[in-house]
């Protein structure tokens, strides 16, 4: 995945990872991103909003690493790149609520500033779609615009992206939240001729309504 489209370190230096849906693809999409970063030359991390569904190192972070080629670093084996890692696989709120663990948004932000501190590049991978609970009254659309984020997101081929895609956009939108670009996701394409139509009519969309966030189509780009 070409990243020189939609990253580039001396506009910003954290971008947050989203999705239309869970199970889209950020994991994979966040990793692949990291490893082209890491390629170009610069010193990229990621980091895991919130993890549910395991203990101990984010399931997340460790994929991550392995597809970009490297051992687990120490800000992992310490927590600082998965600080909540939670084990129901339900949305965050559920899932702390669960665990009985209270889930506190200045420790996130801590273990962000250290690491931007760190590296170049800092890479959020977010929790489910973009209006997922972290707390009952705090969605995850509100972290990243209280932070200033630009958001990368994640979409798919598959049936009823469109709808999922356009809904996200638009709550971009509202709360006036920079979308760097849109990863069109085909990994899981069932139906070839749906997965063409789809990235075409997005395609379409971001022009006609002067969306200029580059639509990239992974894994033919």
């Known amino acids: 995945m070409k990243t020189d489209r939609f990253i580039?370190?001396?506009r910003n230096k954290i971008y947050f990872i989203s999705g239309i849906d869970t199970n889209i693809g950020k994991s994979y999409a966040t990793g692949f991103i990291a490893k082209d970063l890491l390629s170009r030359g610069y010193n990229v991390i990621t980091q895991k909003l919130i993890q549910t569904g395991c203990c101990g190192i984010a399931e997340d972070i460790i994929l991550?690493?392995?597809i970009m080629g490297c051992d687990l670093h120490n800000v992992d084996r310490e927590l600082i790149t998965s600080p909540f890692v939670l084990s129901h696989p339900a949305s965050p709120h559920l899932s702390a609520k669960l665990d009985g663990v209270e889930v506190d948004i200045s420790k996130i932000d801590g273990c962000t500033d250290r690491l931007s501190s760190m590296y170049d590049i800092v890479l959020i991978e977010g929790a489910g779609g973009i209006m997922v609970p972290i707390?009952?009254?705090?969605?995850?659309?509100?972290?990243?615009?209280?932070r200033g984020l630009d958001v990368i997101l994640v979409t798919s081929s598959r049936l009823g992206s469109i709808n999922h895609t356009l809904l996200t956009i638009e709550a971009c939108i509202s709360r006036d939240i920079k979308i760097s670009a849109i990863i069109y996701n085909r990994f899981d394409s069932k139906d070839e001729i749906i997965a063409d139509d789809?990235?075409?009519?997005l395609e379409r969309y971001l022009k006609r309504k002067n969306i200029d966030s580059p639509l990239i189509d992974w894994p033919k780009n």
């Open 135 to 146: 707390l009952e009254d705090y969605l995850i659309i509100d972290y990243i615009k209280e």
């Open 8 to 10: 580039n370190e001396n």
């Open 64 to 66: 991550h690493r392995e």
């Open 198 to 201: 789809t990235y075409s009519y």
